[in-house]
């Protein structure tokens, strides 16, 4: 089997709140558990036995349920997430874990409690900052996740049994990594939309099962040849949730590549392993998610985002950051300022988007992408200094 | 002073100009303590601040979900909340400085979706509007516009930014983990201010803090009898209070001059305006226009004996008997006390329970969401509020504005809301009630 085809199986997993992984881990009489971010450590579920599957609103394409409970000031991920849950279409879900990430996610774990069916609702106070006083806060709260999910599931996670849903989330990591720098190459052998849906495919599958999965497209990426021409530029995509390749397609559209982003649903979920040689695993566990490369809800964490993504910019040779934010979202509204601050004091170009979740405006994305493009040649040109070494063009959104 | 440090800005110069002026009009009605009062403190406010600036002495900047009494337990550092400029205009200025401060912040990147009072915020540190800051204190309360304005606050000022994290919950753990890290924020004042913490002082503020609580307890106890003799308008000032004024003389002086006012006319049982409906104002006060309550007043007969900014729940007072109690006391008042981060920063039951209670206890005949459009929290909602307000029978009008932005509703528009809600749901239903009790 071709990468394509490869791609197109993870593509069919990732179309709708359901696929044929979770059927099949349902019909085995095993439980599914959701979440709504990157701060729930899923290994914890699966150590339980469970299957995580992190909450998403692909395959609804009315948020109408859910606005009427939400208003039409909620992003339109949580919107459709919710709506998806009120007609049902979660209802395969044995439990759900909310998190205050966000005045949204929180509004919406109200409706979960309220109007869903679903038995278990978890919940964990992430502290909005990250530093080492706020972290037994976080701690306490994972442990008290730990005895709500045992007690609901009347089942006592053993250390064995971390042990092992640690290491299987490593494995998950690890293909993640080496199947992201596949388009990190200088003629990539895959598109940031393609990795943007393997990584997507990751959240939504049994650990074993994707890795079985990853490894086999890793085995025929590694087969084929790079081949075509250098992109016209490459792009780092970051800013708020996203599991829409559609959307990065239509970044890429214009002869770009998306060559590595600083998204939860992408290289930020996948960047560190826990430490499985941890004298103390739990504690790996709690620090592996609490001091990962923090989410813009984080208050006074911006400069370390910002220092990895100039990391990544280095590594990866890109020639400019696209910032997407979802409408309503004041986290990352508030990080499209100081990229703008930062961006132009480091000389990265920088283009701001802003989008809706279910509804990629590719026409607008394309033109304003396609400027973008323009500029960072013309700034190249001017400078006459090569792409991807960008630092003497000046920020322009 | 003031005029020497203020003058430089024509924003503030406006500003300089107007109190004054509106302290000696309201000197014309001897019975309105409540706002001459609060005016009075403002101006004596922004006079200890020219003066603390004079003196070069160290600012700490820090956003609307935070109460200053810690920042008061150290002598000579003065504290400046980065919302007040955009209240201020709005309450006693020209709004078009506001709006001014709005605009600025969103060609910067600021999206027009955020809070306008912290997009507003944003524009006057980017227009120079403040002292410069020694360090700033960001809280994670009440709303998510806090993490984009204390960010912005620290990225702009270039000083450091200590964080409060209030979690979910509002169990005693909630009000250790924040005792715990206002434990943590001393030394940082310390540090970055160049001064001592200085216990006493804080007691001092406490004690003062505390007596201020206790008057506004007692005048919200004077607003909740029927009729109401007081301005609708006056109720959501104890937000101001709160993040301004307490810990502070001239807080306890707004508190008695509030209570004073309340207390003379229910005495005198005096009625300016016939009251045929009272509503709970449930979301943000028309700070773009308070002479929109005079209207409802006299020609709704609508008046608004309590708002969510107005409510003051019952965990206000302060233990000051160690240092340890004084913490949680503080703790304890930004957990529980804090208009919207009391009801919005966890569950949705808090936020439709406080709504229940003042119902009943301001004996209201309706609710009005008046939804600040940014206000995601409270627009999140509402789904479950409008449940609860039907359940109980209760009529509820729900609509958008901009509460500093006056672009964004017209004031005819608010007032066709108001008076249709008024006049076609709740006065002929209340009058229906009125006549079946009566037969």
Redesign the interface.
């Known amino acids: 089997m071709s990468a394509k085809a490869h791609i197109d199986k993870f593509r069919e997993v990732i179309a709708g709140p359901d696929n044929r992984y979770i059927q099949a881990w349902k019909e085995s009489g095993r439980g599914v558990v959701g979440y709504f971010c990157s701060y729930v450590p899923v290994e914890l579920i699966s150590a339980m036995g469970l299957l995580p599957v992190r909450l998403r609103g692909a395959g609804s394409t009315d948020s109408g349920p859910a606005d009427?409970?939400?208003?039409a000031?909620?992003c339109t991920y949580v919107r459709h997430t919710l709506t998806l849950a009120l007609s049902g279409r979660y209802d395969y879900l044995d439990g759900e874990i909310g998190l205050?990430t966000?005045?949204?996610v929180?509004?919406?774990?109200?409706?979960w409690?309220?109007k869903t069916a679903v038995g278990f609702h978890g919940?964990i106070?992430v502290?909005?900052?990250v530093?080492d006083?706020?972290f037994p806060?976080f701690k306490e709260e994972i442990e008290n996740l730990k005895g709500a999910l045992e007690k609901h599931f009347s089942k006592n996670i053993g250390d064995d049994d971390l042990k092992k849903a640690v290491a299987a989330q490593n494995r998950v990591r690890d293909r993640m990594r080496r199947i992201d720098g596949f388009r990190g190459e200088e003629i990539p052998r895959l598109s940031g939309a393609e990795a943007l849906t393997v990584a997507v495919a990751s959240f939504v599958m049994p650990a074993e099962e994707f890795v079985k999965e990853a490894d086999q497209l890793i085995a025929e990426l590694e087969k084929e040849q790079p081949s075509g021409e250098k992109p016209r530029a490459r792009l780092l995509l970051a800013g708020t949730e996203l599991d829409e390749p559609g959307f990065v397609e239509a970044v890429e559209s214009q002869g770009a590549v998306v060559a590595a982003d600083s998204l939860c649903f992408g290289t930020r979920a996948h960047q560190s392993p826990v430490d499985e040689g941890a004298g103390d695993l739990f504690e790996a566990l709690c620090q592996r998610y609490f001091f990962q490369t923090p989410c813009?809800?984080m208050?006074?964490n911006?400069s370390e985002r910002f220092e990895a993504m100039m990391v990544t910019i280095e590594e990866r040779k890109i020639d400019g950051v696209v910032f997407q934010?979802l409408?309503?979202c004041?986290?990352w509204?508030?990080e499209?300022?100081?990229?703008?601050?930062r961006c132009k004091r480091v000389g990265v170009p920088l283009l701001?988007l802003?989008r809706e979740y279910g509804l990629v405006h590719a026409g607008q994305v394309r033109t304003r992408v396609q400027a973008f493009l323009e500029m960072i040649g013309a700034s190249a040109r001017k400078t006459g200094r090569g792409r991807g070494r960008g630092r003497g063009n000046e920020a322009r959104? | 002073v003031i005029r020497k440090k203020f003058m430089q800005k024509e924003e503030w110069r406006v500003l300089i100009d107007s109190i004054p002026e509106l302290i000696e009009a309201l000197e014309a009605d001897p019975h309105s303590h409540g706002m001459r009062g609060l005016a009075k403190a403002i101006w004596e406010d922004l006079g200890n601040i020219a003066r603390s600036w004079e003196r070069g002495e160290p600012f700490v900047w820090y956003n609307l979900g935070f109460n200053p009494e810690i920042i008061l337990g150290f002598e000579g550092v003065e504290r400046n909340c980065i919302e007040s400029q955009a209240v201020l205009q709005n309450l006693l200025g020209d709004i078009e400085y506001t709006h001014g401060y709005i605009d600025r912040a969103e060609a910067a990147g600021i999206p027009p979706d955020c809070c306008s009072a912290d997009k507003a915020a944003v524009g006057a540190i980017m227009r120079g509007m403040y002292p410069e800051p020694a360090c700033c204190v960001g809280i994670n309360t009440p709303c998510d516009s806090q993490v984009m304005s204390t960010q912005a606050m620290a990225e702009l000022s270039g000083r450091p930014l200590f964080v409060i994290d209030v979690p979910y919950y509002d169990d005693e753990r909630t009000i250790r983990h924040v005792a715990m890290q206002l434990f943590e924020l001393i030394p940082f004042l310390q540090k970055h201010t160049g001064r001592k913490m200085d216990w006493d002082r804080l007691k001092r503020a406490c004690e003062l803090s505390n007596q201020a609580v206790e008057k506004i307890w007692e005048w919200l106890d004077l607003r909740r009898a029927a009729p109401l003799t007081q301005s609708s308008k006056l109720v959501a000032f104890t937000l101001v209070h709160q993040v301004v004024f307490c810990g502070t003389q001239l807080g306890v002086d707004v508190a008695e001059a509030l209570a004073k006012e309340a207390r003379e006319r229910s005495e005198r049982k005096e009625r300016f305006f016939e009251e045929r409906v009272r509503a709970v104002w449930y979301q943000d006060p028309v700070w773009t226009d308070l002479q929109i309550y005079d209207w409802m007043e006299h020609q709704l007969g609508l008046t608004v004996p309590v708002d969510v900014f107005g409510f003051y729940a019952q965990e206000g007072l302060i233990d000051t008997s160690s240092q340890e109690s004084m913490l949680y006391g503080l703790a304890r008042k930004l957990v529980m006390c804090q208009p919207m981060s009391r009801q919005f920063r966890g569950n949705i039951e808090t936020y439709i329970a406080d709504f229940m209670h003042m119902h009943q206890a301001f004996q209201a005949d309706c609710a009005i969401f008046a939804g600040h459009l940014a206000c995601k929290h409270a627009w999140g909602g509402i789904g479950l509020f409008r449940e609860a307000c039907r359940k109980a029978g209760i009529p509820l009008l729900v609509f958008e504005f901009d509460m500093f932005d006056a672009r964004i509703t017209p004031r005819d528009a608010l007032q066709t809301e108001l008076a249709r809600f008024v006049n076609e749901v709740v006065w002929p239903r209340k009058q229906r009630k009125l006549r079946k009790a009566t037969a």
């Open positions: 009427a409970y939400l208003s000031r909620i205050n966000c005045d949204h929180r509004r919406a774990f109200d409706l409690r309220h919940f106070s502290p909005r900052n530093r006083s706020l806060y813009a809800r208050i006074g911006f934010r409408k309503f004041d986290p509204g508030a499209a300022h100081k990229l703008r601050l701001v802003e959104t």
